[in-house]
Every structure is written in C-alpha cells, then in structure tokens.
T-cell receptor, first 109, second 116 residues
Framework: GQNIDQPTEMTATEGAIVQINCTYQ??????LFWYQQHAGEAPTFLSY??LDGLEEKGRFSSFLSRSKGYSYLLLKELQMKDSASYLC??????????WGAGTKLIIKP | GAVVSQHPSRVICKSGTSVKIECRSL??????MFWYRQFPKQSLMLMAT?????????EQGVEKDKFLINHASLTLSTLTVTSAHPEDSSFYIC????????????FGQGTRLTVV
C-alpha cells in the first residue's frame, strides 16, 4: 500500500529552527510537495522536490532523498505566524497526490 | 501565481437540501480539478478527480450520486452535495491543475459546509 508518515505534532520556540520529517512508500514517484495549512483555511503551496537535494526558499527549505524515501521541511527563524499544520504529499506514478496526515507545529514565545 | 476561486466560503443548509460549490480557475485553464474533503484535525481526503468534458472519477467509498461533480469547462468545476445530512458537514476544498505534468496543485479557499 501507499503510505506517508510524518509526526503528528511538534513544538518549537520563536526564533529557533525546526525540521519536520516525512517518509513515504508509494507506487512510483513524481515529486514531493510541502503545504502549509492554517486552521480553517485551505493549504498553501510551500515547495516541490523531484530531484535529490536541498531546495531553499527564504526561511523555508525542503530536502529530498529518493533512495531513502525521505524528505524534510526546515523552517528557520521561526515566527508565531508559522504555527500551522504542515502537510507532506507525494505524487505517485498515476500523478495522484498521496497526502500525509499533517504535522501540527506549535510555536511558543 | 495561479488563482483558484472557490465559492461560497461558508454555507449553512437544512438537512435534505442540496448545496452547490463552485471552483473556478481565474487565470489558467484547468484540465483537471480535484475535490477534497477534510474533517477537523485530519488531512485531506480525495473525493474525486474531474477532467474537463468527461465524467468524474470517484474514490472508493465516495457516493457519486450524492456528490455530483460537473466539469463543463476548462475554468469551472462544481460539486453538488445532494440531500445533505449533518454528517456531510465538513470542509470541502478544490484544487486545479493544467494537466498530469503540472507540478503544483492550486487550491481554492475551501468551503465550510454546515448541515443543520
């Protein structure tokens, strides 16, 4: 079966760095996405990785290792507004998005 | 970036009535649109995939006669919840893609449906 695993909840301090991990087992691979979702709102796109390595975009970076079926989202200089759920999703061989359950990130002052 | 507009953002309806939710791609042609449902504190659950001009493909367990999807043009897809019941209360989200090779799914704002 297809499976996406990510921690249910994480807590971090304002100004710090946090890494949210995602491991996956899917039928084929056509890229991995990270989305941010605030409570009661639709997800917003953060990043897309299809090749191994690190993609940096401002305070957010995303890493992918296809051989390990592993990705992480790195958030630097955390701000209170970063409190949200972070969803990992993999596009399989049929170009369907397989979603993780999301990681709720709590930022404390 | 591409914009997907979903309407209404919130709707309250009586049990037994039908509700239509619209999803429009404003600045691109959406060959494929996806409809999701999300329960509180849970991830998105794909309900169906619709391609312009053809019948929607429903995920297992989703009643196609209850959740009617129409994708009549490259910029508009609609989801109609027929004979709504309180258990249909949920957050419904659409996303749009220009095709299978597209690397980003552009989401609408979501619709909070409450059936009373």
């Amino acid at each position: 079966g297809q499976n996406i695993d990510q921690p249910t909840e994480m807590t971090a301090t304002e100004g710090a760095i946090v890494q949210i991990n995602c491991t996956y087992q899917t039928s084929g691979f056509n890229g991995l996405f990270w989305y941010q979702q605030h409570a009661g709102e639709a997800p917003t796109f953060l990043s897309y990785n299809v090749l191994d390595g690190l993609e940096e975009k401002g305070r957010f970076s995303s890493f992918l290792s296809r051989s390990k079926g592993y990705s992480y989202l790195l958030l630097k200089e955390l701000q209170m507004k970063d409190s949200a759920s972070y969803l990992c999703a993999v596009m399989d061989s049929n170009y369907q998005l397989i979603w993780g359950a999301g990681t709720k990130l709590i930022i404390k002052p | 970036g591409a914009v997907v507009s979903q309407h209404p953002s919130r709707v309250i309806c009586k049990s037994g009535t039908s509700v239509k939710i619209e999803c429009r791609s404003l600045d691109f042609q959406a060959t494929t649109m996806f409809w999701y449902r999300q329960f509180p504190k849970q991830s998105l659950m794909l309900m169906a995939t619709s391609n312009e001009g053809s019948k929607a493909t429903y995920e297992q367990g989703v009643e196609k006669d209850k959740f009617l999807i129409n994708h009549a043009s490259l910029t508009l897809s609609t989801l109609t919840v027929t004979s709504a019941h309180p258990e249909d209360s949920s957050f419904y989200i659409c996303s749009a893609s220009t095709g299978t090779g597209h690397t980003e799914a552009f989401f609408g704002q979501g619709t909070r449906l409450t059936v009373v």
